[in-house]
């Protein structure tokens, strides 16, 4: 009898967090053997010291592949996937056509083959967004394969899970001794004798005889840098790669004046212009190497604030009526704290977790002063 799942008997390594579903993704093209392989390999493999039994089994492939994975593994016979679990007493896994799912073009038809740049490109935001959609539970966990199909699936399949996975998470690629791997007839070793041709007029082989394992790949994982739309929405495959990247780099704060706009980390971020012109206010001290700035006393307005505050904001607006009014006396404690608070806000709802390099925070010093914390030199400033 197989012990109990990977994510029942590990739970000391993921201090005692239950994991209510357990899953097994698979790529394959023509190749359906990898998924039974690897099932063997997690959840039957006497070498297995913690075994993995996933709850289902979600299998990526082309048209073609669905329809081999489906003739040679969930059929009656052969039926080699429901062969394996009454071989080695393994519980009820769910794989059924609900679980394979087809590739398909921009037209929604089912591609047979990747073979183009386009088909790649499909393909990618394809694994991607099952990859999300699997990692999107909090109590799942996630077991990955990527020992089939093209060189290019198993590629977005290692790199999407870097993308989105999680700390339980897991990912491998399963390894067949020669001369079995060649074999279209093998798909596990089998407990009990059955030969084979080790390839068609080739040598006989007992699959009873073979040896499957499973090399575990260490990944980084980068899901804590993904905004919240990759991650709760549809992903996009380069998309999501690129807001990877923007994250792995220095911070660069760009503000462009007119018209207005301003990326922070390569991510746009939207302002109000009399929030823009407080951020420009600080991005311009900073760039010049200027200390940060105390707050105005909370008995009389500073008029060189107000002036200063209003000098970017007519660069960003133009003059304004109500804006001067308000600030031509200068600029009030309260006003100070609002205008900070403000950017602030709207920068971490914006950038999340990377939201640091970004905010006008204090910096020492008696009175306490605030600024931004960007060098000179990762500060851009476009006047038009």
Excluded at 244 to 268: E, M, T, V, Y
């Amino acid at each position: 009898m197989a012990t109990a799942g990977w994510h029942e008997v590990n739970l000391a390594a993921m201090q005692h967090r239950p994991f209510k579903r357990a899953i097994l993704l698979c790529v394959s093209g023509l190749s359906p053997q990898i998924v039974t392989e690897t099932l063997y390999a997690l959840a039957a493999a006497p070498a297995r010291r913690l075994r993995f039994v996933p709850d289902e089994v979600h299998l990526i492939t082309t048209q073609e592949g669905a329809e081999r994975a489906r003739l040679s593994l969930l059929s009656d016979r052969p039926g080699w996937f429901h062969r394996l679990r009454a071989d080695y007493q393994l519980p009820a896994i769910r794989f059924d056509d609900s679980t394979i799912h087809v590739l398909h073009d921009a037209e929604g038809r089912p591609l047979d083959d990747i073979r183009n740049e386009a088909d790649n490109l499909l393909a990618a935001d394809q694994i991607a967004e099952r990859v999300r959609q699997l990692t999107a539970d909090p109590s799942s966990v996630l077991h990955v394969s990527l020992a089939g199909g093209r060189k290019t699936m198993g590629y977005y399949l290692g790199y999407a899970l870097s993308l989105w996975g999680r700390e339980q998470d897991r990912l491998s690629h399963v390894l067949v001794d020669a001369p079995y791997e060649s074999s279209w007839a093998f798909f596990y070793p089998t407990p009990y004798e059955n030969v084979v041709e080790s390839r068609p007029g080739g040598a006989l082989v007992d699959c009873r005889e073979a040896r499957v394992t499973l090399a575990e790949i260490p990944f980084v994982r980068l899901r804590h840098g993904l905004p919240q739309d990759l991650l709760q929405g549809h992903a996009q495959f380069a998309q999501a790669v690129q807001a990877a990247q923007a994250n792995l780099g220095p911070p660069l704060l760009r503000i462009g004046i007119d018209p207005l706009w301003i990326s922070a980390g390569g991510k746009p971020l939207t302002l109000t212009p009399a929030d823009a012109a407080f951020l420009l206010w600080f991005a311009r001290r900073a760039a010049a190497g200027d200390s940060g700035l105390s707050r105005p006393s909370q008995a009389l307005p500073d008029a060189d604030y107000g002036q200063a505050y209003l000098t970017e904001y007519d660069r960003i607006k133009g003059r304004n009526a109500p804006v001067d009014k308000r600030y031509r006396q200068g600029m009030s404690q309260a006003d100070f704290d609002e205008r900070k608070s403000r950017v602030n806000k709207a920068v971490r709802a914006a950038l999340g977790m990377q939201a640091a390099p970004y905010l006008i925070v204090g910096q020492g010093g008696r009175p306490q002063r605030f600024g931004l914390k960007l060098a000179a030199n990762a500060i851009r400033i476009e006047e038009s």
